[in-house]
T-cell receptor, first 113, second 117 residues
């Protein structure tokens, strides 16, 4: 079982649509949670951190459910520029005591005019 | 945000040669640097973690003698792919963090695309 699982998509949505991505993680000791965005052939860029209380940044809303080990990202009023792969990322302290980011394989979003 | 650079951005080499990739933090001191590898349509996989002035810690399945990591200063880490083979062709991305700043935030470099012929 993958440590971080995401639906690979692609999600094809029209401009202006609302789209939601989900992610589950297997390690209950996970401590920090993030959504990153990765454009084709580029490095990942931090979109937002995810907190248990839920947090919003403009058109983007992230939610964390620790009991279900589930993270979500909601994008409202999709723009063409939102087309990218969205990576669910979890940070936990491993067996060696080190903390490391574990990346999901990403969900691809394609916003169409 | 903090800036991390990588050099080169892409490299093509012959099988059997060695390739060195540099990762620099431009405006902060990177106490820890991470090296990832990403194959097409797959997630980033952590290869190794290096702390300035100490040996790198490699993830399971990553050969430390093949992927040499040096983190000699707080602003520079290098990854050398020794005796590269076509299966080493991948997108190599570094990231850097400053634990002394009290945060685990990692800042990513733009990546290096390696193609081994």
């Amino acid at each position: 079982r993958k440590e971080v699982e995401q639906d690979p998509g692609p999600f094809n949505v029209p401009e202006g649509a609302t789209v939601a991505f989900n992610c589950t993680y297997s390690n209950s000791a996970s401590q920090s949670f993030f959504w990153y965005r990765q454009d084709c052939r580029k490095e990942p860029k931090l979109l937002m951190s995810v907190y248990s209380s839920g947090n919003e940044d403009g058109r983007f809303t992230a939610q964390l459910n620790r009991a279900s080990q589930y993270i979500s990202l909601l994008i409202r009023d999709s723009k063409l520029s939102d087309s990218a792969t969205y990576l669910c990322v979890v940070n936990f302290r491993g067996d060696t005591g080190r903390r490391a980011l574990t990346f999901g394989s990403g969900t691809r979003l394609q916003v169409q005019p | 945000g903090a800036v991390v650079s990588q050099h080169p951005s892409w490299v093509i080499c012959k099988s059997g040669t060695s390739v060195k990739i540099e990762c620099r933090s431009l405006d902060f001191q990177a106490t820890t640097m991470f090296w990832y590898r990403q194959f097409p349509k797959q997630s980033l996989m952590l290869m190794a973690t290096s702390n300035e002035g100490s040996k790198a810690t490699y993830e399971q399945g990553v050969e430390k003698d093949k992927f040499l990591i040096n983190h000699a200063s707080l602003t520079l880490s290098t990854l050398t792919v020794t005796s590269a083979h076509p299966e080493d062709s991948s997108f190599y991305i570094c990231s850097a963090s400053n634990r002394l700043a009290g945060t685990d935030t990692q800042y990513f470099g733009p990546g290096t695309r390696l193609t081994v012929l």
